[in-house]
């Protein structure tokens, strides 16, 4: 229904505003409204699941989130494996994996979802993937040349971008924030 996607694009502009409680109450409301209509399309709902899941993440509830981003990845695999909205759950899925410390799950996702925003994505979405994928990598001695190189062009992007939205900013002030803790570090 026309309420539901003003709804939807409501939620997402408070997402990126950072209100993230909001976002996630009006995606709830959102998701009750597909539940008790017999026509959703399957589509728009993996797409809700996908934005609670981001909002779980940012407010600290990753298991959460796993199981959100979860039915949004299943969805997408199994009608449009190569379609771009699989970026969102699969980044969703490997920033939940890493933030509960399960680096190898984190990796596999999150290089997915690269790989996916790469072809289809904007240079923001590229670069949010490709900061919490350095993140993840720099846990492994063997992968901390490439989680810096990431790093570095997340940030060029973001720094390049990050004037759009509350939410960029934030990502950008995380990943300088990130690289400051690391600098001198030889270990990165």
Sequence with gaps: ???????????????????????????????????????ARPDEVA????????????????????????????HWERTTPNHPYLAYALHCVGEANYLLGQRDLA?????????LREQHGTELEVAETQAVLAYALSASPTTRKQAKHLANKALHAFEENAYRSPHDQGRLAE??????????NKSL
């Design 107 to 115: 990796v596999g996702a999150l290089q997915a979802a690269l790989s």
């Design 47 to 74: 797409v809700v699941w996908s934005n609670l899941g981001e909002v779980s993440n940012r407010l600290g509830e990753p298991r959460r989130a796993l199981e959100e981003c979860g039915k949004a990845r299943s």
């Design 1 to 39: 229904s026309a309420v539901r996607n003003v709804d939807q694009a409501i939620g997402f502009t408070l997402f990126l505003a950072e209100r993230f409680v909001e976002a996630r109450a009006l995606d709830e409301t959102v998701m009750q409204s597909y539940a008790a209509d017999p026509y």
């Design 175 to 184: 990943l300088r924030t990130w690289l400051a803790a690391r600098q001198g």
